[in-house]
């Protein structure tokens, strides 16, 4: 035998050495390797004897191409040595014991290696078995679960899967069409539900990927894809064999996919909606009777129109007598006012034409004694002038004509004074809208019914600076005069008007106060009605305050107020608008 160089034996043994380890680490990524596969679903068995082919064969063949490296290396050193170290052969045998001994530790490092794999393979036999029950524990209870929702839901629902046999057919299907779940479920007659003989339903359609072509043919055009749900299709149909009289079904189906997008079948749900449609041929029904009641009472209001235009033309004939009674009513009013009037402005005239006319007669006595005088101064003579001129008093009459002249021009224009206050009053020259003076046109009303003050009341002036107003004179002159002489009527002994005017937030106010009797609530409440007065039979017609009403608020766009308390006297206040264009904002009080 040859003798080893002791620098080839310390290369054996660190070749071993590192082919030792390296045999162990390849063991350990050995058994990585079988755990994945394992886990991959491949059985112990078959995973361990892959393994074990491709483990043998890189270890024997790096084994085996090492060996012969290493003994062709020794064979040549051992040629070189073989003389010289004969004497290591001792040594040699105890390092192979050695080595004998090392082998039967690896041996018996693989028998622990191999029972370690044994029972590594046995650890992930029991985890992938616990895995598998724990997997179909949880499918089992999904299945389970979704059972219950399905079943639990109000909404009729059945599930078919990639064989269109039915999985799932709910409480409220089974309730809709007749079909118990425990007849439904595990067939594919889904059909039996709806039509009287085999045929898809919409679901089925769904499971095949049928084209839309495919839904018309089944279904007429009554369909078209969800807006809400991808690959889902609905629609509506009538089932004449669903029921005693049939449904309409509002229908809805759609995919059901696995984790890689795979179609596994497909749910369909059903809405009855025959209550909607019936209620929509009530409605259609409703509709036709309504229109023809609408044609009806056309024809009937076609008929009433006419009635209606004879009647209005009846109507235009009393409004029209009506307002032609209206009219001699408001003459009458008037005419009962400047009757009312004529007494006193006669009585104001024939005071001052009285004594103008006995002026006249003495004048008409001094003229006759003048011309009886110039007649002398014409004859010449001396006496008969003397005796004219001490007959006629010449130094009286010089005394006494100035005096009668002037009283008789000052009675002159009394008398005009009161016809131009009676123009002013009545305005008859003009009737129609203007700028107007109104302190003025209240001064003029003062002397017209002056006659119906004086003896009453004490008038009292407080007129203040006023724009002129956009109004018609002679009719704001009206309703001056009927508020003055109702103070005046209210007065029962002396006592005294109040007669003012102002102006705020661009309108004029006037003011006609008087310390009379006044009024109660009830009174002051009905004051403006047409024919209410307070005074006796034949004292006034219950129109003037109506008539007044008319013209400032209705004519004139203003606000006529009232204050009153009986036995202190009544308030009236007149609010005119300055422009009549602009609108009244009117105060609701009166000064006092």
């Not at 079909?179 to 089925?204: C, H, I």
């Not at 408001?330 to 006995?358: D, R, T, Y």
């Not at 009394?414 to 009676?422: F, G, S």
């Not at 007129?463 to 704001?476: E, K, R, S, T, Y």
Request: overall charge negative; aromatic content about 6%.
């Amino acid at each position: 035998m040859r003798t080893m160089h002791s620098g080839d034996l310390e290369f054996l043994l660190r070749f071993l050495s590192s082919w030792l380890a390296h045999h162990i680490l390849g063991i350990d990524q050995s058994m990585a390797r079988q755990i994945r596969k394992i886990r991959a679903g491949m059985t112990p068995e078959q995973a361990f004897e892959e393994e074990k082919h491709m483990v043998a064969d890189p270890a024997t063949t790096s084994l085996l191409s090492g060996m012969n490296a290493m003994f062709r290396m020794i064979a040549a050193r051992n040629d070189e040595l073989e003389k010289a170290n004969t004497t290591l052969e001792a040594q040699v045998a105890a390092r192979t014991r050695a080595l004998t001994q090392t082998n039967e530790q690896l041996l018996v490092e693989q028998g622990r290696i191999k029972l370690a794999m044994q029972q590594v393979e046995m650890t992930q036999r029991k985890l992938l078995e616990s895995e598998h029950r724990r997997a179909e524990a949880s499918r089992r209870n999904m299945q389970q679960l979704l059972a219950q929702i399905i079943d639990g839901d109000p909404v009729p629902t059945f599930v078919i899967d990639a064989n269109h046999q039915i999985t799932h057919w709910n409480q409220a299907c089974a309730m809709i069409s007749g079909l118990p779940a425990a007849d439904m479920v595990g067939t594919n007659e889904q059909w039996k539900a709806f039509y009287p003989a085999s045929r898809p339903v919409m679901a089925d359609l769904i499971v095949d990927g049928s084209l839309e072509e495919q839904f018309d043919t089944y279904y007429h055009g009554h369909f078209r894809r969800s807006a809400n749900i991808g690959g889902a299709f609905e629609g509506e149909a009538f089932f004449p064999h669903m029921g005693e009289q049939g449904r309409w079904l509002f229908f809805t189906a759609a995919p059901l996919c696995d984790a890689d997008g795979q179609r596994i079948g497909a749910i369909e749900t059903l809405q009855d909606v025959t209550e909607r449609h019936r209620a929509e041929d009530d409605l259609r029904q409703y509709q036709n009777r309504l229109e023809e009641i609408v044609a009806e009472r056309t024809s009937q209001l076609g008929e009433a129109n006419v009635k209606l235009e004879s009647d209005r033309k009846e109507l235009e004939v009393l409004l029209r007598k009506v307002e032609d009674s209206q009219q001699q009513l408001l003459q009458s009013e008037k005419m009962a006012s400047i009757g009312q009037l004529a007494a006193g402005v006669a009585h104001e005239i024939n005071n001052p034409v009285g004594f103008v006319n006995s002026n006249l007669g003495t004048l008409k006595t001094y003229v006759a004694q003048l011309l009886n005088v110039i007649s002398a101064y014409e004859a010449g003579g001396p006496d008969e002038i003397s005796a004219a001129r001490k007959k006629a008093d010449i130094d009286f009459l010089r005394e006494d004509l100035p005096s009668l002249v002037a009283e008789s021009q000052e009675g002159l224009s009394r008398v005009t004074k009161i016809v131009q206050d009676l123009k002013d009053f009545s305005h008859v020259d003009q009737a129609e809208r203007q700028h107007a003076d109104l302190n003025a046109a209240i001064e003029s009303t003062l002397n017209v019914v002056w006659n119906e003050l004086k003896y009453k009341a004490e008038v009292i002036r407080e007129l203040g600076d006023i724009p002129a107003v956009d109004c018609v004179p002679a009719q704001i002159n009206q309703v001056f005069m009927n508020l003055l002489v109702n103070a005046a009527h209210a007065i029962e002994q002396q006592g005294k008007i109040f007669v003012r005017s102002g102006t705020e937030n661009r309108q004029v106010w006037f003011e006609i106060e008087d310390t009379g009797k006044g009024m109660t609530e009830e009174v002051r409440n009905r004051i403006f009605e047409p024919f209410f007065t307070t005074k006796p039979v034949g004292k006034g017609t219950g129109l003037g305050l109506s008539i007044s009403y008319d013209i400032i608020v209705k004519k004139h766009g203003g606000s006529l107020d009232v204050r009153s308390t009986p036995g202190q006297g009544t308030c009236f206040r007149i609010w005119l608008p300055i422009d009549a264009k602009e609108p009244s904002s009117i105060a609701n009080t009166c000064a006092t």
